[in-house]
């Protein structure tokens, strides 16, 4: 068995954080592809990779191999999907070639394959029709609806905020009509990631989808429009994206009016994200990552209602 103690003080993690990634590393025997091991001998802790605010993530390496190992933070799971929901799409995503191959998972560990890529910025532009391919895939498989109401789910969101300000409530209820609004005039519906950022984009020759969590049916306009707007693509990179995702037939997630609602909806639902995590941080502990939490809420805010006030007489108001 490795030395863990080394590994894990460089980690900088804390004394339970430890305990848990180190019985995660023992679990290395169970570790299994298509019913097959994939290891035999003990993996190495090799770093703690930047995993958001959702999760802790880590690699680990052996025989030429490396894994992803991702520990859920239970107060975060709560503003997501369930887990068992996660891993039920993320294991039909990775059998259809959307996904990293899932190895193992109990509790709230994840150990998945490591993928090694370039930086979003070096590879993006020779991504784009390939990414565009596989998000028009994933939103081509055949699932039972999973129930997700994107309306109740904002108007969820809000209805746990502790103690909100007349200005936040007035640009939730404008927002919340307009999301039910383009609903109603755009209808569509499958398999959404409903999380793409290029943190969660992995740019091989196929591009891979991690970080299932928020994963669901959904409105396909929801995860074009995350990538139009957290994507950092030039106007004619948006205009590939497009082109290729719709193969020369427009749909109702790539009609220009209905993108251009639901880029404010995803920020609309980023910015009530925020208010949720700024306010469980109040509830654990005071600090720079609360005060980080806080800037990008106003932030968010600030710029929606930018957008709303500029939007007036357009039909989005």
């Not at 509790?107 to 590879?123: A, M, N």
């Not at 969101?157 to 200005?167: E, G, T, V």
């Amino acid at each position: 068995m490795p030395d863990f103690h080394k590994e894990l003080s460089a980690a900088a993690l804390t004394l339970a954080e430890q305990t848990s990634l180190q019985g995660l590393l023992a679990s290395w025997p169970r570790w299994q592809l298509a019913g097959r091991a994939v290891l035999s001998q003990p993996p190495t802790l090799v770093a703690k990779l930047n995993g958001g605010l959702n999760h802790l993530t880590f690699k680990a390496a052996c025989e030429s191999q490396a894994f992803a190992l991702r520990l859920n933070q239970p107060r975060r799971r709560a503003l997501a999907m369930s887990l068992e929901q996660e891993l039920r799409l993320l294991g039909l995503a990775s059998e259809h070639g959307l996904a990293p191959e899932v190895l193992f998972s109990e509790g709230d560990w994840l150990v998945s394959r490591f993928i090694d890529t370039p930086s979003w910025e070096e590879q993006i532009d020779q991504s784009i029709e390939p990414l565009a391919q596989q998000l028009h895939a994933l939103h081509r498989l055949e699932i039972s609806d999973t129930g997700f109401n994107l309306v109740e789910h904002c108007r969820g969101y809000f209805a746990n905020l502790h103690r909100p300000s007349a200005s936040q409530q007035q640009l939730h209820q404008r927002l919340l009509d307009l999301t039910q609004t383009t609903l109603t005039d755009f209808p569509a519906r499958c398999l959404c990631h409903n999380d793409l950022s290029p943190g969660n984009i992995m740019l091989s020759a196929t591009p891979l989808l991690i970080d299932w969590e928020y994963a669901c049916s959904n409105h396909p306009a929801f995860d074009l429009a995350s990538l139009l707007e957290w994507g950092q693509l030039s106007s004619v990179q948006q205009q590939r994206l497009l082109s290729a995702y719709q193969a020369d037939e427009q749909t109702a997630a790539t009609n220009p009016e209905c993108l251009r609602a639901f880029r404010l909806i995803v920020r609309y639902v980023e910015w009530l994200w925020l208010l949720q995590v700024e306010e469980q941080d109040e509830e654990q502990v005071k600090g720079v990552g609360e005060n980080l939490i806080q800037n990008e809420a106003q932030i968010c805010q600030h710029r929606l209602e930018q957008v709303l006030a500029s939007e007036q007489g357009s039909g989005l108001d």
